[in-house]
């Protein structure tokens, strides 16, 4: 059975960093692709960054352009998420996303079907 387990969240000053990581277990089969999605109280769930794990092509969107990269280990079937120059705004439930049949993402659009999902992890920014 694969599981996605989400590592490095916690609390942080706006202007700090964060960096996440994400293993997927349970499979001889390499990620094609992961993802990371966000998920504030009250608001819908967002796409932050995707990566093909093969080629290193990335996504992001708009609000993390610039402060956040998304790099993975496709040996290992990680993906990490490096956060810089956090804000309030970041705050949120940040959850793992991986395919590992094929790739849902498209290489544009953040929202893709991704087919597992991790727990999540807790990310504050105080002001």
């Known amino acids: 059975q694969v599981q996605l387990v989400e590592s490095g969240g916690g609390s942080v000053q706006a202007g700090g960093s964060l960096r996440l990581s994400c293993v997927a277990s349970g499979t001889t089969w390499r990620a094609n692709c992961m993802a990371w999605f966000r998920q504030a109280p009250g608001k819908e769930r967002e796409g932050v960054a995707a990566i093909y794990t093969g080629g290193g092509s990335s996504g992001y969107a708009n609000s993390v352009k610039g402060r956040f990269t998304i790099s993975a280990d496709r040996t290992k079937n990680t993906v990490f998420l490096q956060m810089s120059s956090l804000k309030p705004e970041d705050t949120a439930t940040y959850y793992c996303?991986?395919?590992?049949?094929?790739?849902?993402?498209?290489?544009?659009?953040?929202?893709?079907?991704?087919?597992?999902w991790g727990q999540g992890t807790q990310v504050t920014v105080s002001s």
């Open positions: 996303a991986a395919d590992f049949e094929g790739c849902s993402w498209n290489g544009v659009t953040l929202e893709a079907p991704f087919g597992y």
